[in-house]
C-alpha cells in the first residue's frame, strides 16, 4: 500500500471538516484513547506483574522526559486523540507528575485526562492532582485483606486504600476500581469488592488475568462466574446503555446500588473489534495493541530531531498495522510464558 493509500485510510475528517479529526486503523476502528507509562519503578511487586528481583529496569536516560512525552501528545491529540490515561509501573512514583498533567490536561484536543494507580500514594497527591485538573482515577484492588495484600503484592502497607476512594469521590474524581481476578487467590472477595459500589459512585470492575510474562503462571477467574457470584449475593445485573468509560469494560447497574459493576474479558469476550487504544511505553515506544511488538521507536525519532509532521506522517502510516485482534487464546500459557506475543513481557513494561 503507498503512503498516500495509507493516509486516506488513516485520517477521516469529521462532519465539518477539517475539523474534528478521526484517526482510523488499517480494519476503520477510530482510535482515540491513549495510554501513557510514565515509569516502569513500582513501590509494590504483584507476584502476577513483576519478578521480585533481576527486573531489569529501563536506564533512566531512555525514559521519555516529560517534555518528550508532551510533544508525542501534541501530535497524537492533532490526529485525533482525545483522553489519555497515565500509568506504569506505579506513576505516582515519577517526580513532578501533577505539573505534566496540568501540561497534558492544556494540550489542545485533550479532553479528560486520568491516572491508573495502585493507590498507596494517591492519598497524599490527592489535592494536587485534582488542582492540575486530573479528572479520574482507577485504583487497584485485588484484595481487602492485610495479609493477602501482602503476599500478592511482596510489600507490606498501612494505607487504608478505602478512605482514599472516600476522600477522591469527595473531592469531584470520577473513581473506578480495578480489581484482577485471580483464581484461588480473590475470587472469595469479588461480592465484597463489587459491595463498594453499593453506597459509592464508583464503577467497581473485575478484569480477567491477562496471560503476560509473570501472570503465565496464574490462572484466571472468569468474568461469567464473577457475575453469577455478585447476582447470587446483591440480584440481577442490569446492562448499562449509556457509554461510561472510554476503554473495554462492559458495565451493569444493581437496584439499590450508587455505583456500577463492571467487566473487562480479554480472555473470554474478544472486544478487540471495538478496541479504540494506542499505548506510549516509558521508553518511547508506541504500541499499536497489547499483543505482539508492532509499533514505532518514538523516542529515536524525537531525540532524532523529527519535526512533528514527520512524527505525524509514521503513526498514520503504521497506524494500518494495528493488528485486528490480540492472540491470548493462541498457543499462551504458563507452558511457554506468553511466548506468542513476546514471552517475558509484563504489564509493568508496558503500561497498563
Ligand atoms: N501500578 C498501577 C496499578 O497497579 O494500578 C498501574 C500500572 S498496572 C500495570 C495497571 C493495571 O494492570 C493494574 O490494574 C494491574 O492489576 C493490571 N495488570 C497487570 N498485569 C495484568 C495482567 N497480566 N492481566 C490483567 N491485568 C493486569
Ligand atoms: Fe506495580 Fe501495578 Fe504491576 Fe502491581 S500491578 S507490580 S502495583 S505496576
Redesign the pocket.
Given at each position: 500500500m503507498s503512503n498516500e493509500q495509507c493516509f486516506s485510510k488513516t485520517l477521516v475528517p469529521g462532519p465539518q471538516s477539517p475539523v474534528p479529526i478521526f484517526l482510523v486503523d488499517g480494519v476503520g476502528r477510530n482510535i482515540d484513547y491513549l495510554r501513557v507509562?510514565v515509569t516502569d519503578r513500582?513501590n509494590?511487586r504483584?507476584l502476577?506483574?513483576m519478578p521480585n528481583e533481576g527486573v531489569g529496569w529501563i536506564p533512566h536516560e531512555d525514559v521519555l522526559r516529560y517534555e518528550e512525552i508532551l510533544k508525542i501528545c501534541r501530535v497524537l491529540a492533532g490526529l485525533g486523540i482525545k483522553s489519555v490515561r497515565v500509568?506504569?509501573?506505579?506513576?505516582l512514583l515519577r517526580r513532578e507528575l501533577a505539573v505534566f498533567i496540568s501540561e497534558l490536561k492544556a494540550v489542545k484536543g485533550i479532553t479528560k485526562v486520568g491516572l491508573?494507580?495502585?493507590?498507596v500514594l494517591l492519598g497524599e497527591q490527592l489535592e494536587v492532582l485534582w488542582k492540575a485538573g486530573l479528572d479520574a482515577v482507577?485504583?487497584?484492588i485485588?484484595t481487602m485483606d492485610r495479609e493477602k495484600f501482602m503476599r500478592l503484592t511482596r510489600i507490606e502497607s498501612a494505607v487504608n486504600v478505602i478512605s482514599v476512594i472516600d476522600q477522591a469521590l469527595e473531592m469531584g474524581f470520577e473513581v473506578k476500581v480495578?480489581t484482577?481476578m485471580i483464581r484461588g487467590f480473590n475470587e472469595e472477595e469479588i461480592t465484597a469488592i463489587a459491595g463498594l459500589a453499593k453506597t459509592r459512585n464508583i464503577a467497581a470492575r473485575f478484569?480477567?488475568?491477562?496471560?503476560?510474562?509473570?501472570?503465565a503462571s496464574f490462572k484466571p477467574f472468569y468474568a461469567h462466574e464473577a457475575a453469577a457470584l455478585i447476582e447470587g449475593t446483591y440480584g440481577t445485573l442490569l446492562p448499562v446503555s449509556a457509554k461510561l468509560g472510554n476503554g473495554p469494560a462492559v458495565y451493569y447497574a444493581i437496584a439499590g446500588f450508587a455505583g456500577h459493576i463492571g467487566f473487562i474479558s480479554?480472555m473470554s469476550r474478544r472486544f478487540c473489534e471495538t478496541c479504540n487504544k494506542l499505548r506510549l511505553t516509558a521508553s518511547g515506544f508506541l504500541k499499536l495493541c497489547l499483543c505482539g511488538d508492532k509499533g514505532i521507536d518514538l523516542r529515536g525519532l524525537v531525540r532524532g530531531g523529527a519535526s512533528d509532521e514527520e512524527i505525524n506522517g509514521l503513526i498514520r502510516e503504521q497506524l494500518a498495522l494495528k493488528p485486528a485482534g490480540h492472540r491470548f487464546d493462541e498457543s499462551v500459557g504458563a507452558e511457554n510464558g506468553g511466548a506468542a506475543f513476546g514471552g517475558s513481557v509484563?504489564?509493568?513494561r508496558?503500561?497498563?
Open positions: 507509562s513500582c509494590l504483584c502476577y506483574c500509568t506504569g509501573g506505579e506513576p491508573t494507580t495502585n493507590g482507577n485504583i487497584s485485588n480495578n484482577v478484569i480477567e488475568l491477562m496471560p503476560l510474562g509473570e501472570a480479554p509484563n504489564m509493568f508496558i503500561g497498563g
